[in-house]
């Protein structure tokens, strides 16, 4: 199992908007607004992953999401679902989660107790944590990519790294005499 498939019991001791809050409208846009906050200060992927699905969680109620990444270890995932049988739950929703521009970038799975599937206004929920997980796992990606590109120009290069310079620079002697 990967580090993106555990919940954190972080999330349980951060504070943050409770699931019996008045308002759905306000708790949604609560959630929303942490998890972009995390999304734009470059939080952890999986803390930001866990985040969404708590959000999901918490809104729809009785329901355990789960977000892998495309590259996950498909034994993982079976062994996920398998475990989720055996302990009586039903998957609930399923959908991939896909890039603007089309590229897989992972899928959501949700499991339920009893077998139902989810109403309109869940669906927009569901919608909704997708696009946030979408917009997270593609800017880690990116910035992935980023460093990658920049240690491979790195050991390319055959200068040394500019570093700071303590103190005075020297100039050089015009003449020697």
Known sequence: MTEYDSRSRDRLQKPGPHCNSEGTIQYLLIAE???LHS??????LPQI?????????????????????????????????????????HIFHSARVVAENGEALGSLEMYCCFRRSPSRR??????????LAAIAIHRNNERNKEVHEGADHHNTCCFPENRPVRGRVLEW???VN
């Not at 999304?39 to 952890?44: D, E, F, L």
């Open 39 to 44: 999304i734009s200060t470059r939080a952890p």
């Open 33 to 35: 607004k942490q998890i």
């Open 122 to 131: 869940e669906i927009q929920w569901i919608e909704r944590a997708m696009c």
């Open 173 to 175: 002697p015009v003449s």
């Open 49 to 89: 992953l866990n985040n969404v699905c708590s959000a999901l969680d918490c809104q729809v109620g009785n329901v355990v999401s789960l977000i892998s990444l495309q590259d996950d270890d498909a034994s993982d995932l079976a062994s996920i679902a398998r475990d989720a049988k055996i302990f009586g739950l």
